[in-house]
C-alpha cells in the first residue's frame, strides 16, 4: 500500500483515480472478528480522457471489477480517490451522489441478472429515467424508443421480456439503459465476454458507434486481450490488485514490456497459420490475495525473476513515452 504511484495525466481527464486501495475483511469465529484482509485492489492509479476506453484486463480475481465498481461507489473502497470531471466522488453523499450517478452507469458481463424477468424490456428503460426524474411520461416513451433504435433494436421490442431476447439483445438492452439516462461514463464489466465470437463484434461495434457519437468514456473491463485491442485506446494490465503496465493500445501490442504481460500475449492464437509464436506458459497459479507475495507480486510465476525481486517491490515507471512498467528489469525488452 506503500507505493506512490504517478501516472502522466491525460489533459482534461474525465476520470482521475489516485491510489485507489479496496481490501475485504475476512471475519471469523463466533464474535466475526476480522481475521485476515483480501487485498484485491492496491494502490491502483489511472486516468481517462473523455471521449477515450481505457482497456483494464488481467486474469479472473485480479482486481479488475472491484476497481470499477470501487469508481462507481458500488462498492465503498479503503482508500485512495476518485474524481470524475473535476469532483471527488468518495466525498459526494446524498442527491449530489444520485446526480453523478446517472452520468456514471454500469454494463454487466451477464445483463439478464439486471434486468426484472417480470418487467418488459422497455418498462426497464424507462425505470431508470424515473428513478432519475427525467421528461414527462411522453417524453419517456419516446426517450425509450430512441435508445432502442440507437442499439439496433426496433420499438416493438420494448413490449417484450428479457427471456425473449438473445444474449447479444440482452445486451444491447443494458447499453440502451445506459444511453437512456445520457450517460458520459461507462464502466463496460467484460460486456462480451459470454457471448459468441461473432455476436461479441456487433456489441463491441455498436460501443465504438456509440463513443463516436455521445462522445462516451469507457473503462473497459476484459480478461481477453484481443477484445481489449479491439476496443481500447490504452490498456493497463492488472495482476494481483496492481497495474503491472499501463500504456497505448499500439505500445502494448507491438511492445509488451512486463514479462507478465508478454507471457498474456504469447497466448494470443495468430490468424496468419505460416507464423508461429512461443507460448510462454507460466509457472504456479495467481497466489491468493490474502497473502501476496513480498516484493514484487509476480516473482513466483516470473519466468526472468531474481533474488532481489522477492525483496523489493518495483514501482512503475516510465520506461518509453506514456508506457509504464512496474518490473526491475523491463529494458530488456525495449525495441
Ligand atoms: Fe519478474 Fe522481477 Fe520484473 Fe517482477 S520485478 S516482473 S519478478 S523480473
Redesign the pocket.
Known sequence: MNNSINFPTPINPLIDVKNLVKYFPVKTGLFQRTSAWVQAVDNVSFSVSAGETLGLVGESGCGKTTVGRSILRLIEPTSGSVSYNGKDVLKLRGNELKHIRRDMQLIFQDPYSSLDPRVPIGESIIEGLIIHKIGSPKERNEIMIETLKKVGLEYYHARRYPHEFSGGQRQRIGIARALALKAKFIVCDEPVSALDVSIQSQVLNILKELQKEFNLTYLFIAHNLSVVEHISDRVAVMYLGKI?EITSRADLYQMPL???TIALMSAIPIADPHLKRERILLKGDVPSPLNPPKG?R??PR?P???DN?SVEE?VLRELSSDHQV?????EQFLK
Do not use: G, T
Open positions: 503491472v512486463h514479462p507478465y514484487c509476480f516473482h516470473c526472468i525473476a531474481k525481486c518495483p512496474s518490473c526491475h528489469y523491463a
